[in-house]
């Protein structure tokens, strides 16, 4: 099966397009439909994935997961009539309100790195949750000595200042030996000499395949839970505002 192309890494803006569809298949019970390409993100990278429909005049397919498989994206979900046939054109539509959640939870999470940057804890970013049902990002580090009630407040309030800043946010194609330029954080999983995508906010780069926002002021305001050890990690727990 060939690669799905992935829409949404190059315009995460992009909510609707037409796609062919290369074959319909089951697994456990489930309708799955693969294409050449999406609009649809996949489950992965801390988000939760994009649900929606992809239709055509004569019926509809309910998108309710969607899944990145070696390469190719499965759009898991149920028709309302009959099956899709191979070869013809469909339409894919994204949930647009699950969307702009999703990413404004996402690029929350990369604010709080930018705040626990500017701040000089000296933790390195590790594992992000990036979901409605609390969200959080965990960095390699230790709380030590820190007054926890005092570090929860500076990092809400340099968070709500960068999205008070009105940063635009721009993408940016580059291999991961140049990264460093632009990024503080470089994940070692990243494979040399594959372009790979660099989201902007600002002058602060963030590798991420994810979806974010326009201008960091769409995130609206960010609130910092709790700040607790876990493990041999620090866990910093947020929420985006309504």
Known sequence: MQPTKLLYLE?????ATEAKVLEVTQENGKDIVLLDQTVFYPQGGGQP???????????KFSVEEVRFVEGVVKHIGKFDSVTFQTGETVKCVVDETRRALNSRINSAGHVVDMAVTALKLNWVP????HFPEGPYVEY???????????LKTDIENLCNKFIGENRPTKLIFM???KMHEVCHHVPEYLLEGKPARVVMYGDFGVPCGGTHVNNLADIRGITIRKIKPE???VRVAYDVSK
Do not use: M, W
């Open 11 to 15: 315009d995460f803006n992009l909510l």
């Open 49 to 59: 994935y994009d649900k929606g429909v992809i239709e055509r005049p004569s019926g």
């Open 126 to 129: 590790g594992k992000g949750y």
């Open 140 to 150: 390699a580090g230790s709380l030590g000595e820190l007054d926890k009630e005092k």
């Open 175 to 177: 291999p991961k030996e």
């Open 231 to 233: 493990g041999s990690n």
